[in-house]
């Protein structure tokens, strides 16, 4: 049986204007009625409005309710997916209205209208606007350049399942994202096309279920937080079921580029499924506003240890200037920096990566430079299917005559360790 997603929006029983009221001044709104333009101040809303966006909103949006802005369906409903629309919003470079304008089927165009007022609040070579709006270079197809580069297809048992390392399993479960990153390493299956099979998720449970030395579940996709509550609850729910399965994982990017979706009802719903573990995709501090905070909150006070999966990418956080703001952003909004991936060599992407001493030098910037929680670990997932692999700055310097071992500390000082 096919699940339309568009049928799961219309049967949430999670509706965010229920309940979620969050305890934060709201901004005025401008109504537009016939000729007269009056200000409403909104008594309560579901989620926080901050004045960053709500000056965005009621620029493009102003035919909508603050109610509307703070519901997730209406954020998802209305997404700017379309050449006509993202340029009335921005002025569009030249590469970038190329790479609109080009015929040959690449991964699709969406932002939230949350996500594109943080977005059109910068400049046009702004960090934030280069990881979600197309540019004409990633129809460039370098050397060592796959579409699949961590063949994750030739791990996978059954569709949606990747089952790589022995006690741990990766279960795609959409392929939906609200905000489509022009990095993303599943390029090759994220789709707008809303639609997943039943029949899909049932295997991958039993898939699970039968491996019994599976002992942690990744979620993934697309986003799963883009599901309706329910449908969520549901997977959890059987997944939890299952005795050998200690924990299980979400990996999302929703509390940065659609965070109203992090309604109390869903954290409600969430919670009941501990150790539940997330891990969330931040790229850069400016994603960082009242809504991302508020939404992270939420999470974190539903007892849901949070962590960053960070992609090191060209022209947006490739320096020290710019990822120590985000990792000190992160742990003030209790989410570990937890991976700093070297961006995956998918189709297309040559103008995100960036050289490996660039991730290095950004680490020995961190490590004895601030709090030992704020440091990442930095890897690269080998092509091939070869796994995370760690990338370190060199602080062993070898062994002296007496078998002390030589090592160098942040400063560049050296010691020895008797290790005997
Ligand atoms: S949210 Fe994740 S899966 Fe979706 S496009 Fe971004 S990186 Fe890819």
């Given at each position: ?11 949430e ?5 229920k309940?979620?009221?969050a ?16 200000t409403?101040?909104?008594?309560k ?7 960053q ?32 629309v ?5 002025d ?8 609109l ?9 969406s ?25 004409i ?7 060592g ?5 961590l063949?994750?297809?030739s ?24 905000v489509?990153?022009?990095y ?39 986003d ?71 939404a ?31 990792v ?8 570990k ?11 297309g992407?040559?103008?995100?990566r ?15 430079h601030?709090?030992?929680?704020a440091?990442?670990?930095y ?7 070869g796994?995370?692999?760690?990338l370190?700055p ?24 008797p290790?005997f």
């Open positions: 049986m096919e699940i339309s997603f568009d049928s799961f929006l219309h049967n029983e999670d509706p965010p204007s309940g979620d009221s305890d934060v001044p709201l901004p005025a709104v401008s109504s537009i009625e016939g000729n007269n333009v009056r409403l101040r909104p008594k809303l579901p989620f926080t409005f901050s004045e966006t709500a000056s965005f909103y009621r620029k493009h949006f102003p035919y909508s309710t603050p109610h509307d802005w703070c519901d997730w369906h209406w954020q998802i409903k209305n997404r700017i997916t379309t050449l006509s993202l340029e009335r919003i921005v569009l470079r030249d590469d970038e209205r190329s790479a304008q080009c015929d040959i089927k690449g991964l699709p165009f932002v939230t209208p949350y996500y594109m007022s943080l977005v059109a609040a910068d400049n046009s070579d702004s960090s934030l606007r280069k990881t979600v709006i197309p540019r270079d990633e129809r460039r197809i370098s050397e350049e796959e579409i699949d580069p063949s994750e297809e791990d996978s048992p059954l569709p949606g399942i990747i089952h790589r390392y022995p006690d741990r399993v990766l279960f795609l479960v959409t392929e939906f994202c609200s489509f990153c022009r993303c390493t599943r390029s090759r299956m994220v789709t707008e096309k809303k639609t997943i099979s039943k029949r899909q998720w049932e295997n991958g449970i039993e898939y699970i279920r039968n491996h019994p030395e599976i002992r942690d579940v990744l979620i993934s996709g697309g799963p937080l883009t599901l309706p509550t329910e449908k969520l609850d549901w997977l959890l729910g059987k997944l939890r079921e299952i005795k050998h399965v200690e924990i299980i994982r979400i990996g999302t990017k929703v509390p940065a580029v659609l965070p109203q979706r992090i309604t109390n009802g869903l954290v409600a719903k969430l919670k009941k499924h501990h150790p539940l573990w997330i891990s969330v995709h931040f790229t850069h501090p400016d994603e960082f506003t009242e809504e991302a905070a508020e992270c909150r939420r999470l974190a006070n539903a007892g849901i240890p949070l962590g960053s999966q960070t992609v090191l990418l060209k022209e947006v956080n490739d320096s020290v200037d710019v990822m120590k703001p985000l000190h952003s992160l742990l003030k909004n209790r989410v920096p937890y991976y700093l991936y070297q961006c995956d060599p998918i189709v992407s040559s103008h995100f960036t050289k490996v001493s660039k991730g290095i030098e950004i680490i020995e910037s961190l490590r004895g601030t709090s030992g929680y440091v990442f670990n890897v690269i997932d080998a092509p091939g299917g796994g995370k692999i760690p370190l060199e602080y062993f310097k070898g062994r002296d005559e007496k078998g002390n071992i030589i090592l160098r500390n942040y400063e560049g000082n050296i010691f020895s360790y290790d």
